[in-house]
């Protein structure tokens, strides 16, 4: 059992302590135990590792099993330290060539070092890969230096110093006026001012106040909070004790994905090393302030992210929404003063204090400060978790870190904000990427989901997956959402089906002002964003759907149709066996042929052909 | 105390007083259906949504459970309320082109034909929610409640299987605004398409009218505490009894 | 049916009523489904109308009032998945195991589901089997994947 720290000094010490014995030219190996990374195998490479340097009695060569580093696309990833080489696609065959010519011989192993899509350049140190080069890791940064398992870890790094320099040099309302100085505005959507929420929650009258992370992450195509919540578990706790010392709370929830087990995992490891440090539960550090922290695992329902439904969820009923017309930071949990901000936002927090709100205000754009985190999926080269100031373009991310789109094609558009976001297409890339800007664009920054589309991507088809993907979680308790869902989403289905007739851009139309006029929550007043954006954007798409029945981006499976070119096919039999659905006919060596009535359009048959003898129309 | 201007009639009202009070004593019509007096407005049909201005702001809130905090400025027949109207109305009617009650209001309000796709279950349910409200809050039962969600949201009996704890008091069939909810007594007995659940009826001791479901009348004599002459008589006969007396 | 397990779920939750999502996720767990029987027995304990629970135990996807196969393939729908082919790989999956998202397969072998985006966006499409994850998948990857489960 750990030792209670019972002041500021005690923490001092045990920060001293922690860090006595590192010398900055030890050699280290952080391996990224992400979820990404955990799919390529990462944890035999880990067991791999630890074995060849334990045969090898490298006993003084520590390894570091951090969370996630970011860049998904190259797992597993590996840094060895001091020098800061980078290997990617590592996998356990490898471990006996890099313990014998890198950790024991300082060589770099040419095959396992990046090269850069674009240049064709070998890169072989982390800080010259531009994946990194260009971001501003203030928080994820953090996940490569730490085991998200380890308190010591944390604290070793500065962990909990602001949470120490809050209890014992600033008032409550120094925090907020701190926190407000700085300009933070949440990270789950909207973007509003946190400390104006801290500040209605402290005047409010009524006790316990409650402090909550949202931590149900349910923007599809979003990972942003897990890999903080995986990867550096303290920043969200300690952002949370801080904000709950200033709004005067003593109760706290983490509200948190059931699909993030990991996640899960590791945060209540973490509220336990927290506990038996003494820096959550009575007297925290040694000071008259008492706050403890509960975990509430979400249920699965997209619209717990709603604030007052997720609090309806941590209360053990249905996810559904209220009518907003009291403020949550009033009647909240309970109906309790309740501050509410997800994983991200409160990671910043300690941020702030150990910055400074004025080098803090110094990032990003007048009106959106700090940093961000974006998931930056689909059809890129470099696909991963970044971090970088507010203001830089879409531009910068999408090609200067992202690497371009995959398999060089061309962009086509990136949908940013989840399903209450848009798509810009390519002349908005030189957008200044922050919380304004995106929304006046058509998007949002929600909660950070940049998925990037290519031309083989079409855009009616991306409104429908939206439309139905809202369908599903839509509460169903207000008419306009549950209904105008529906019947917008019948109405997607008829245009990718060529049934689309000219009326229905005018219904769309209607059906948008229905959902963003009538709906009870946000889920529903934006609900209509992926439709209106693509028909903003690409109402060329939606017409040729329409007029001509064709999908110009050979996506939409009724307008699509497979076939085999008889002067190509050989009669190989490979689509024959691999056809699930039994859709091909046609003996070895004679010509094949797909019938159209049995065909799913999985592609297997295009993809196995050797022959390109499968085209696809 | 607040100043409010409704569709141009200015009063003063007490804080937190909703639209529709005002709405209603000053006779200004606003269209409801999830509505009811005697169970906490829940915001879900939005048919009573009007466009309010506060602070120099203009937005679309819900008349049933929007409480007044400052003086405002409330239109209920703005272009984007008219048009907002309809367009809920047309959902409606595509779900339920059979409810009389739905019928009635589009026509009132203008919705011809929808442009959707008519569903032909001849279930008249809106999921307003108002039956499961009035059997929990009313009646004190919750033999029924609300299931799935999205577009699969309704009430039911749980597992839509006979109901154990349902009296048959046939509340919900009364509080319902679009008539979706059938009960019909019959030979001496009492039929819930819906929760596929019967009863029971028992006869008025002195004029044998049915009057009430066996089940009933026991969970009176719970709720009550003692047995009771009420429970022995139809209405009728009752009011006749204390007018001899 | 074991009602003494249940009993002590309950406990460890102080027999709270505002834990109701929290118990039927431990009672799931435990189970693998939400019992009737189980059901009943919480609401008798708890003084929750069953109505309501059933509410609850609808309403979150995460829950399942059928019992589910031995392996829980859950085939990952988010937006990053989705423009990377993720409707095929369904599709695929619905073909070769012949049965719809929500069922299980005759021989209890498989329980098919959709899951919208298990934060794995880098790797899509991605499939969940019994909590690992599986990511760049092909329709061919995903016959293979599906074929090593159906035998253990």
């Known amino acids: 059992m750990a030792k209670r720290l019972l002041s500021w000094n005690d923490l001092k010490t045990l920060q001293k302590e922690l860090t006595k014995n590192i010398n900055p030219k030890s ?49 597993t990833l590996m840094v060895i330290h001091p020098e800061g080489i980078f290997y990617s696609r590592v996998k356990p065959e490898d471990v006996v060539e890099i313990v014998e010519k890198t950790i024991k011989n300082n060589q770099v192993i040419e095959r396992l070092v990046y090269v850069d899509p674009q240049t064709s350049k070998k890169i072989p140190y982390e800080k010259d890969i531009p994946f990194y080069k260009f971001q501003k890791r203030m928080l994820l940064g953090q996940n490569q ?87 550096n578990p303290h920043s969200v706790i300690e952002g949370m004790i801080i904000g709950a010392y200033a709004v005067g709370s003593s109760d706290g929830y983490i509200y948190i994905r059931h699909e993030y087990p990991l996640a899960l995992h590791h945060i209540t490891e973490a509220i336990k090393q927290a506990h038996e440090y003494g820096l959550l539960g009575e007297n925290i550090l040694g000071s008259k302030f008492t706050f403890d922290i509960k975990i509430s695992r979400g249920g699965g329902a997209f619209v717990a992210g709603e604030s007052s439904a997720l609090m309806q969820s941590i209360e053990g009923r249905v996810a559904e929404p209220r009518a907003k017309y009291v403020h949550m930071a009033e009647h909240g949990l309970y109906n309790k003063p309740t501050v509410l901000n997800n994983v991200e936002t409160w990671a910043n927090v300690p941020l702030i204090i150990n910055m400074g709100s004025a080098a803090y205000g110094k990032i990003g754009t007048e009106n959106s400060k700090g940093t961000k985190i974006f998931s930056l999926v689909g059809k890129i080269n470099n696909t991963g978790l970044v971090e970088v100031p507010m203001g830089v373009t879409l531009k910068q991310i999408i090609y200067d870190i992202g690497g371009g789109i995959k398999q060089g094609k061309k962009f086509k558009a990136v949908q940013t904000g989840g399903p209450s976001g848009g798509v810009l297409p390519a002349d908005k890339l030189d957008l200044a990427v922050d919380f304004d800007r995106l929304t006046e664009a058509g998007s949002m920054m929600g909660s950070g989901g940049m998925i990037v589309m290519d031309e083989d991507n079409c855009m009616v088809d991306v409104a429908k997956y939206f439309i139905g993907f809202l369908q599903e979680e839509s509460c169903g308790k207000c008419v306009p959402c549950r209904e105008g869902l529906k019947r917008m989403f019948e109405i997607l289905n008829k245009i990718t089906d060529g049934k689309g007739e000219e009326s229905d851009m005018q219904t769309l139309d209607d059906l948008s002002q229905l959902l963003n006029d009538g709906s009870l929550c946000g889920l529903g007043n934006t609900a209509q964003n992926p439709v209106l954006s693509t028909i903003k954007y690409f109402r060329d798409e939606y017409e040729v759907h329409i007029r001509d029945k064709k999908c110009p981006a050979k996506v939409c499976k009724a307008l699509i149709r497979y076939q085999i070119n008889k002067d190509k096919c050989t009669g190989c039999y490979l689509c024959f066996k691999n056809c699930p659905s039994n859709a091909i006919t046609g003996q070895i060596k004679q010509k094949h042929e797909i019938h159209q009535d049995k065909c799913i359009k999985c592609g297997i048959c295009y993809d196995v052909c050797k022959f390109d003898a499968v085209t696809k129309e | 105390m607040y100043k409010v201007k409704i569709d141009g009639i200015e009063t003063e009202v007490n804080p937190g007083t909703t639209i529709l009070s005002v709405a209603n004593q000053e006779f200004v019509e606003i269209p409801t259906l999830c509505y009811n007096e005697n169970v906490e407005p829940r915001g879900a049909c939005r048919m009573c949504t009007v466009e309010v201005e506060v602070w120099g702001r203009k937005r679309l809130v819900t008349a049933c459970n929007y409480p007044i905090q400052a003086d ?72 029924i409640g609300l299931s799935e969600r999205g577009i699969f949201r309704k009430p039911i009996t749980p597992y ?39 009863f029971k009826l028992v006869g008025c001791e002195s004029c044998g009218t049915h009057f009430a479901t066996d089940v009933q009348i026991e969970y009176f004599k719970k709720v009550m505490g003692k047995d009771d002459p009420s429970l022995h008589f139809c209405p009728n006969c009752l009011v006749l009894k204390e007018t001899k007396k | 049916m074991d009602l003494t397990k249940v009993d002590k779920i309950l406990t460890n939750h102080k027999n709270d009523k ?39 135990s609808t309403f979150y996807k995460a829950f399942s009032l059928k019992p589910r196969g031995k392996h829980i393939c859950s085939i990952c729908m988010g937006t990053a998945c989705h423009v990377r082919g993720a409707p095929v790989i369904l599709e695929t999956a619905k073909t070769h195991l012949k049965i719809e998202p929500g069922q299980n397969t005759p021989n209890m072998q498989y329980t098919l589901n959709t899951v919208n985006c298990v934060g794995a966006c880098a790797v899509g499409p991605v499939i969940q089997v019994d909590g690992s994850l599986y990511g760049n998948l092909t329709s061919m990857k995903t016959i293979q994947l599906l074929k090593k489960f159906e035998k253990d």
């Open chain 2, 72 to 143: 405002i400025v409330i239109d209920t027949q703005s272009e984007r309320v008219k048009k907002l109207r309809r367009l809920i109305l047309e959902v409606l009617l595509a779900r339920t082109p059979d409810s009389p009650r739905i019928k009635e209001l589009a026509e009132k309000y203008g919705v011809k034909q929808p442009r959707f796709n008519l569903e032909k279950t001849h279930d008249n349910c809106i999921v307003c929610g108002l039956c499961v409200q009035a059997c929990k809050d009313i009646v004190g039962v919750s033999a």
């Open chain 3, 18 to 56: 505002a834990m109701l999502v929290a118990i039927l996720q431990d009672v799931q767990d435990e189970f693998r489904y939400l019992p009737k029987e189980v059901l009943n027995h919480i609401s008798k304990s708890l003084n929750i109308p069953l109505p309501e629970i059933y509410d609850v």
């Open chain 1, 145 to 231: 230096k730490i085991s998200p398992t380890s308190i010591n870890d944390y604290i070793a790094i500065g962990g909990y110093q602001a949470l120490a320099k809050v209890l014992f040099e600033m008032t409550p309302e120094q925090v907020i006026s701190e926190v407000k100085t700085a300009g933070l505005r949440g990270r789950g959507g909207g973007g509003f001012a946190a400390a104006r929420k801290w500040e209605s929650s402290r005047k409010a009258s009524g006790e316990p106040k409650y402090i909550i992370c949202n931590a149900d992450e349910g923007d599809p195509g979003a990972y942003m909070d897990r890999s903080v919540v995986e990867g």
């Open chain 1, 27 to 75: 050699r280290w190996i952080a391996i990224c135990e992400g979820t990404g990374c955990r799919v390529y195998g990462c944890l035999d490479v880990s067991k791999a590792l630890e074995q060849e340097l334990q045969k090898q009695g490298l006993n003084n060569v520590k390894i570091m099993h951090t969370g996630c580093h970011g860049f998904c696309e190259r797992g």
């Open chain 2, 160 to 198: 839509e299987e006979s109901s154990h704890t349902c009296i048959g008091c046939g509340s919900c069939v009364y509080i319902c605004p679009t008539d979706a909810i059938s009960m019909v007594d019959k030979d001496g007995k009492r039929y819930f398409e819906r929760w596929k659940t019967e």
